[in-house]
Nanobody, 120 residues
Framework: QVQLVQSGGGSVQAGGSLRLSCAASGRLFSVYGLGWFRQAPGKEREFVARITWSSGSTLYADSVKGRFTISRDIAKNTVYLRMNSLKPEDTAGYFC?????????????WGQGTQVTVSS
């Protein structure tokens, strides 16, 4: 099993920045990648960004490309999501997740979620 504990988030005005953290523990040798997802009220969960644990290779949703940065600290077993130039439409619950699939076929482990609210 893999446990993911999130921190960060909060409220910020448009144009501001926030950083989310996701600390992983457990059977980390089985983790291939970690991702961030978000879900706004009344909307489906959407992919935000992902990072391959070993290589650091990243992928972003078009909606956040150039504004958000995903990174990882291997020594701390932690993944971060730095969010700059935040927009009201970024308001959502944010979740980190881990996958053991090299094709990112599914994420088996999830963090508890954290709220990000961006006001105009």
């Amino acid at each position: 099993q893999v446990q993911l504990v999130q921190s960060g988030g909060g409220s910020v005005q448009a144009g501001g920045s926030l950083r989310l953290s996701c600390a992983a523990s457990g059977r980390l040798f089985s983790v291939y990648g970690l991702g961030w997802f978000r879900q706004a009220p009344g909307k489906e969960r959407e992919f935000v960004a992902r990072i391959t644990w070993s290589s650091g290779s990243t992928l972003y949703a078009d909606s956040v490309k150039g504004r958000f940065t995903i990174s990882r600290d291997i020594a701390k077993n932690t993944v971060y999501l730095r969010m700059n130039s935040l927009k009201p439409e970024d308001t959502a619950g944010y979740f980190c997740a881990a996958t053991r699939s090299v094709s990112y076929a599914g994420y088996e482990f999830w963090g508890q979620g954290t709220q990000v609210t961006v006001s105009s």
